[in-house]
């Protein structure tokens, strides 16, 4: 799926003379909070990748929602949490930062899990934005662990069953605005190709690597050449160290085989071709202090 740019839009839309409700919803709550799985449930495609590591989601992520009445772009946004660690603050920012750039905030609650102080964290910014904020209050197929409120600013959901989805939309759209389509209605994110791909290969690095191994990774697709029947990719998996790197190949290379034939599987059903990948393991040592490396991978 290629880049949007504005030019793009203006060429792509089939006609800048419809208007609908419209505008930017930014989605934030604390890590495994469900706000990919919502997006994905919610849109009909995996447009954010999901696994049940804290911080998956590392840099916002754009999903449009299009129906009869309405064209909401959401921005999936990594967990909001408190930490020292000069890399976890620079992912927070980028959850904080997309507030500028919405109308709403939609703040996903985990219903299944106990108060902690990442709420009060959350909450201590959200009272500093003059911007509404519905809460959403995610698993509701589960038993939940905290009191959920009765008010008009509180919607209750389950991503897995795709329940009260049409309350929720319903008070997004109460605050939006009638404008032209910002999007063609075809639309339903805005990711290059090579984002896609190295999105899908960390997904299944992060399911195959134990522990805190997972933010030491970052993936770089090198090369794309593709073809009507074939898509053939070089990309590489880099950690922090060179032990780090032996944890991702293992033992006879059983976990990167594990990675490489996961993510091939999953991208041959996304592009609808066959997928020939070069997965290779390499090490860079503290890439994370690395600043330009981590805008590049952030933004």
Same mark, same amino acid.
């Given at each position: 799926?290629?880049?949007?740019?504005?030019?793009d839009?203006?060429?792509?839309?089939?006609?800048?003379?419809?208007?609908?409700?419209?505008?930017?919803?930014?989605?934030i709550?604390?890590?495994?909070?469900?706000?990919?799985?919502?997006?994905?449930?919610?849109?009909?495609?995996?447009?954010?990748?999901?696994?049940?590591?804290?911080?998956?989601?590392?840099?916002?992520?754009?999903?449009?929602?299009?129906?009869?009445?309405?064209?909401?772009?959401?921005?999936?946004?990594?967990?909001?949490?408190?930490?020292?660690?000069d890399?976890?603050?620079?992912?927070?920012d980028?959850?904080?930062?997309?507030?500028?750039?919405?109308?709403?905030?939609?703040?996903?609650?985990?219903s299944?899990?106990?108060?902690?102080?990442?709420?009060?964290y959350?909450?201590?910014?959200?009272?500093?934005?003059?911007?509404?904020?519905?809460?959403?209050?995610? #698993? +509701?197929? !589960?038993?939940? /662990?905290?009191?959920? *409120?009765?008010?008009?600013? %509180?919607?209750?959901?389950?991503?897995? $069953?795709?329940?009260w989805?049409?309350?929720?939309l319903?008070k997004?759209?109460?605050?939006?605005?009638?404008?032209?389509?910002?999007?063609?209605?075809?639309?339903?994110?805005?990711?290059?190709?090579?984002?896609?791909?190295?999105?899908?290969?960390?997904? #299944? +690095?992060? !399911?195959?690597? /134990?522990e805190?191994? *997972?933010?030491a990774?970052? %993936?770089?697709?090198?090369?794309?050449e $593709?073809?009507?029947?074939m898509?053939?990719?070089?990309?590489?998996i880099?950690t922090?160290t060179?032990?780090?790197?032996?944890?991702?190949?293992?033992?006879?290379?059983?976990?990167?085989?594990?990675?490489?034939?996961?993510?091939?599987?999953?991208?041959e059903?996304?592009?609808?071709?066959?997928?020939?990948?070069?997965?290779?393991?390499k090490?860079?040592?503290?890439?994370?202090?690395? $600043?330009?490396?981590?805008?590049?991978?952030?933004?």
């Amino acid at each position: 799926m290629k880049e949007l740019n504005l030019k793009d839009i203006l060429e792509n839309t089939t006609d800048l003379s419809i208007e609908k409700k419209v505008w930017y919803v930014a989605i934030i709550g604390r890590p495994n909070a469900w706000k990919s799985t919502f997006i994905n449930s919610l849109i009909g495609e995996k447009v954010s990748i999901t696994t049940n590591v804290p911080q998956t989601t590392r840099k916002r992520v754009l999903a449009i929602y299009n129906d009869n009445d309405s064209q909401i772009i959401f921005f999936d946004t990594p967990g909001i949490h408190k930490s020292e660690k000069d890399f976890n603050k620079k992912i927070n920012d980028v959850a904080i930062n997309s507030f500028k750039d919405s109308e709403i905030i939609l703040y996903f609650i985990d219903s299944t899990r106990e108060w902690w102080e990442e709420e009060k964290y959350i909450r201590s910014i959200l009272e500093m934005v003059n911007k509404p904020v519905i809460k959403v209050y995610t #698993k +509701a197929d !589960l038993e939940a /662990k905290i009191n959920i *409120p009765d008010n008009e600013n %509180i919607v209750k959901i389950s991503s897995i $069953e795709k329940t009260w989805f049409e309350e929720l939309l319903k008070k997004v759209k109460n605050h939006l605005k009638t404008w032209p389509l910002l999007f063609p209605e075809e639309y339903y994110t805005k990711q290059d190709i090579y984002f896609r791909i190295s999105e899908i290969i960390r997904e #299944k +690095a992060f !399911l195959h690597t /134990k522990e805190e191994l *997972p933010h030491a990774i970052y %993936i770089k697709v090198e090369e794309i050449e $593709e073809t009507d029947t074939m898509l053939k990719i070089v990309a590489y998996i880099f950690t922090d160290t060179e032990s780090q790197k032996y944890i991702v190949v293992w033992k006879n290379g059983s976990v990167i085989s594990q990675i490489w034939t996961e993510a091939r599987i999953e991208l041959e059903q996304i592009f609808e071709k066959k997928v020939f990948l070069a997965l290779r393991a390499k090490s860079h040592k503290n890439w994370r202090k690395n $600043e330009s490396l981590v805008k590049q991978i952030l933004n």
